[in-house]
């Protein structure tokens, strides 16, 4: 349901940028690449606190 969620507030976004000809603050590739590095960070980092708690245990 999330999924769902998240694309009908980006067609929504997307829509009210065209309707108000506007452009976008980043060009889609710097975008994704964005997204994809707050993916990476949102995984890494229960990942890298596991590992300082085994170092430090």
Known sequence: MSYFISLVIGLSV???????????????????IGLLGMLAG????????QLVAGWVS
């Open 14 to 32: 997307g829509l009210l940028y065209g309707a108000l000809d506007f452009r976008s603050p980043a060009p889609p590739a710097i975008a994704l």
């Open 42 to 49: 949102e995984k890494l980092w229960p990942m890298g606190r």
